[in-house]
């Protein structure tokens, strides 16, 4: 069967945050969204058939995660990522960055210490303040247009009051797919100075060839035990509305500190649909998969000639994994507030803007490229007019 990627989906009316959301914010009609991590394509057939068949059941009460939900997130993690896990290492959560707070909240204490590697997906810093816990930060190295992680500076920021690290595999906002060196190497620090490492891997299916996606926990067997993986079908299959995630615990005594955490907000339930779009997604997605993955790659590419074309002084971060492209406006030297004034009221285009990331951000913009090629084309020719040459 081909998807059809091309056709555009009028998302307006439905509640969306990407466009009715955004809409009342600016007060203006006419600006086109690239910044929410979702897609404009459609849902794939095979999870709306799913939620469809169970709508016929005319009642809705309280559901559980039965045993076919945990099957077909093990099934899927076997085949796309050789990665063996087993039933009891497997929690729900409802959403990652809720994941996130939980894990904050149950695993270390006020006060202690957490690591991240701006510029880095936003809500990583929130998840640690906002709970009393201390932001450090071990920035990443932009080299040739990629990042690398700093191990020599991270050797340096450890003391004893740091107790996790978060990390973000493959990396929002850069794309970067971590090799098996760089995961090892980090890998082994955290090993050496006990540190929990908080692995979310939401973009781990979005990866285009030749990159590999290799699950931090597969490092090794301790490396497992000190690791939380964070997965959802929500970014690959366009479901991000249903708020259905899980967390892979191999380590017991995390695991239960976790479950506690999930049991007194009451929260571990989760609700019918998001249950049945997780399994139909892990079930049925591959040739999905691969048809949209062949679909962003060549919006990724269109992206890159276009601005090597008729926009060179804006440089692209080339991806190897997700639908976030990480544009570098520095070379304009526009301060970066009016940048964003520039973008939204000149070139009538909202990106997600590059400070929020944190240190590394400043200059730079993410684009979300999820969509029709003809809106792409659409978005490219109005950074053109107001970027071009
Ligand atoms: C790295 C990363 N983690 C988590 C999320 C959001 O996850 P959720 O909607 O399940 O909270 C996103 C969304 O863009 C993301 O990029």
Redo the contacts with the bound molecule.
């Keep these: 069967m081909e998807y059809n990627f091309d056709e555009i989906i009028n998302r307006e009316g439905t509640a969306c945050v990407k466009y009715d959301f955004k809409k009342k914010q600016y007060g203006s009609e006419d600006i086109l969204p690239m910044w929410?991590?979702d897609m404009d394509f459609k849902t794939p057939d095979f999870i709306i058939d799913a939620i469809k068949k169970r709508a016929e059941h005319p009642v809705l009460g309280y559901s559980f995660h039965p045993d076919s939900f945990y099957e077909s997130v093990m099934a899927w993690l076997q085949k796309r990522h050789g990665w063996t896990v087993a039933k009891e290492w497997l929690r729900f959560s409802p959403?990652?960055?809720?994941?996130l707070n939980m894990c904050v909240r149950a695993l270390t204490s006020p006060g202690d210490k957490i690591i991240v590697q701006p510029p880095v997906?936003f809500?990583f810093f929130s998840a640690i303040s906002e709970n009393q816990r201390i932001i450090v930060e071990n920035p990443l190295l932009l080299k040739n247009r990629r990042f690398y992680m700093d191990y020599n500076n991270l050797e340096q920021i450890i003391d004893d009051k740091v107790k996790m690290i978060f990390l973000?595999s493959p990396h929002?906002p850069g794309g970067m797919v971590w090799s098996k060196e760089e995961l090892i190497k980090l890998a082994v620090i955290c090993q050496r100075h006990n540190i929990l490492i908080l692995s979310?891997e939401?973009?781990s299916d979005l990866v285009f060839n030749p990159y590999k996606h290799i699950p931090m926990a597969l490092i090794s067997d301790l490396v497992a035990q000190c690791t939380i993986t964070?997965i959802?079908p929500?970014?690959t299959f366009n479901t991000?509305g249903l708020?259905t995630?899980v967390l892979i615990i191999p380590d017991e005594t995390l695991r239960l500190k976790y479950t506690v955490q999930l049991e007194k907000l009451h929260i571990g339930w989760g609700n019918i649909f998001g249950t049945i779009a997780f399994e139909a997604a892990y079930k049925y997605g591959e040739l999905w998969l691969e048809q949209l993955l062949d679909y962003l790659k060549n919006n990724i590419d269109f992206v890159i000639d276009y601005c090597k074309t008729y926009i060179p002084k804006i440089k692209v971060m080339k991806p190897e994994a997700t639908y976030l492209l990480w544009l570098d406006f520095s070379v304009f030297g526009i301060e970066d507030d009016k940048l964003r004034d520039i973008l939204l009221n000149d070139a009538k285009l909202d990106l997600s803007h590059g400070p929020i990331f944190g240190t590394g951000g400043m200059g730079f913009q993410r684009m979300n490229i999820a969509c029709p090629r003809s809106i792409l084309a659409e978005a490219m020719n109005r950074l053109n007019k107001v970027f071009g040459k």
């Design positions: 929410v991590a959403g990652i960055v809720p994941a997906y809500p973000c929002n979310d939401i973009h964070c959802a929500s970014k991000a708020f995630s």
